[in-house]
């Protein structure tokens, strides 16, 4: 059973940084993409970044483009999502997904159902 699990959110006030975590269990996720989206009620899931299987094909959104940093570490079976200059507009539920796919590339990267599993989430939320 593949399990995906978050860490690392919390409070953080405008300006500062955050560094999320997604360790996966039940799959080695070494050909495999992986990505963030998130999420805030009322709207659909957003995406944030992606990184391909050897971490060298990364895509983000306009909006966090300059400041989000994606990474892997295939050996620890995670990923992670270095945040910095937060801003309020960035609260949110932050989901890790893994495309089952193995070595196959998506131009729909940004689409939410190229991914097959999905973490609980971890909550940012960024005060003014």
């Known amino acids: 059973q593949v399990r995906l699990v978050e860490s690392g959110g919390g409070l953080v006030q405008a300006g500062g940084s955050l560094r999320i975590s997604c360790v996966v269990s039940?799959?080695?996720?070494?050909?495999?993409?992986m990505c963030w989206f998130r999420e805030v009620p009322g709207k659909e899931r957003e995406f944030v970044a992606t990184?391909?299987?050897?971490?060298?094909?990364?895509y983000y959104s306009d909006s966090v483009k300059g400041r989000f940093t994606i990474s892997r570490d295939n050996d620890k079976n995670s990923v992670f999502l270095q945040m910095n200059n937060l801003k309020p507009d960035d609260t949110a539920v932050y989901y890790c997904?893994?495309?089952?796919?193995?070595?196959?590339?998506?131009?729909?990267?940004?689409?939410?159902?190229?991914?097959?599993?999905w973490g609980q989430g971890t909550q940012v939320t960024v005060s003014s």
């Open positions: 997904g893994l495309r089952a796919a193995s070595l196959v590339w998506s131009d729909r990267y940004y689409d939410p159902t190229e991914y097959d599993y």
């Open positions: 039940g799959r080695t996720i070494v050909r495999h993409a």
């Open positions: 990184i391909g299987w050897r971490g060298d094909s990364l």
